[in-house]
C-alpha cells in the first residue's frame, strides 16, 4: 500500500515550457487535492476533486489546469511556466467530505522555473 | 485578519520540557480543526484532530476555544523527534486552510 505517490520528485523548467504533475492514491479515495507549498505563505489550495471526471477551483488556480480521468490519478498541468510558480506541489486524497476528513500527503514535487 | 493565523517561532525548547502553541481563526462558521505535523523538506501528516471537548494523544493534548476562536496544542515530556513545524488547519469555505505553521526545536 503505497499510499499517495507523485511523479517526478524534482524539475527544472524553463519560462514558457508546459508539464504535467502525476498524482496517483490507492486507498480509493474519492476526493484528491493540489497544493502549493512557499516559504512563508503556507499551504495554498490549487484545485481539488471530489470524484472521478469532476474537478473545482481552489484558493490559487490560475495558471494551473487539472483533470481527474481515473479515481486513484490527479494530474497537475503547467501550461506556460512561470518563475511565480517555483514552488513545492503537494498532492492529498481522502475519503470523506472535504474539510472533514483525514487528508493523506504525497511526498511532494519541487519545480523551479527558471 | 488572516483565516489561521500562527506565531512561527522557532521555540527553542529542552528535551522534557513542556511546550504549548496557539493557533488564531477568524471564521467563526468553522466546523473542524486539525494539528500537522511536517518535517523539514517533508508532506505533513495529521498529528491530532481538535474535538470542542478537548482531545489527547500520549503526550500531546489539544482544545478548541470556540468563544474566543483559538486552538492549542500542548507537548508533555518533549522529545528531540518532536522537532518539526506544527500546522495548525482550520475548515474554513470548502477545504481546509492551513496556517503557516510553528517551528518547534528541541535542543538536548
Known amino acids: 500500500n503505497a499510499g499517495v505517490t507523485q511523479t517526478p520528485k524534482f524539475r527544472v523548467l524553463k519560462t514558457g515550457q508546459s508539464m504535467t504533475l502525476l498524482c496517483a492514491q490507492d486507498?480509493?479515495?474519492?476526493?484528491m487535492y493540489w497544493y502549493r507549498q512557499d516559504p512563508g505563505m503556507g499551504l495554498r489550495l490549487i484545485h481539488y476533486?471530489?470524484?472521478?471526471?469532476?474537478?473545482a477551483k481552489g484558493e490559487v488556480p490560475d495558471g494551473y489546469n487539472v483533470s481527474r480521468l481515473k479515481k486513484q490519478n490527479f494530474l497537475l498541468g503547467l501550461e506556460s511556466a512561470a518563475p511565480s510558480q517555483t514552488s513545492v506541489y503537494f498532492c492529498?486524497?481522502?475519503?470523506?467530505?472535504?474539510?472533514?476528513?483525514?487528508?493523506?500527503f504525497g511526498p511532494g514535487t519541487r519545480l523551479t522555473v527558471t | 485578519r488572516k483565516e489561521v493565523e500562527q506565531d512561527p517561532g522557532p521555540f527553542n525548547v529542552p528535551e522534557g520540557a513542556t511546550v504549548a502553541f496557539n493557533c488564531t481563526y477568524s471564521n467563526s462558521a468553522s466546523q473542524s480543526f486539525f494539528w500537522y505535523r511536517q518535517d523539514c523538506r517533508k508532506e505533513p501528516k495529521l498529528l491530532m484532530s481538535v474535538y470542542s471537548s478537548g482531545n489527547e494523544d500520549g503526550r500531546f493534548t489539544a482544545q478548541l476555544n470556540r468563544a474566543s476562536q483559538y486552538i492549542s496544542l500542548l507537548i508533555r515530556d518533549s522529545k528531540l523527534s518532536d522537532s518539526a513545524t506544527y500546522l495548525c488547519?482550520?475548515?474554513?469555505?470548502?477545504?481546509?486552510?492551513f496556517g503557516k505553521g510553528t517551528h518547534l526545536i528541541i535542543q538536548p
Open positions: 488547519v482550520v475548515n474554513v469555505w470548502n477545504g481546509l486552510t
Open positions: 492529498a486524497s481522502s475519503s470523506g467530505r472535504t474539510g472533514f476528513n483525514e487528508q493523506y
Open positions: 476533486s471530489v470524484g472521478e471526471g469532476t474537478t
Open positions: 486507498m480509493n479515495h474519492e476526493y
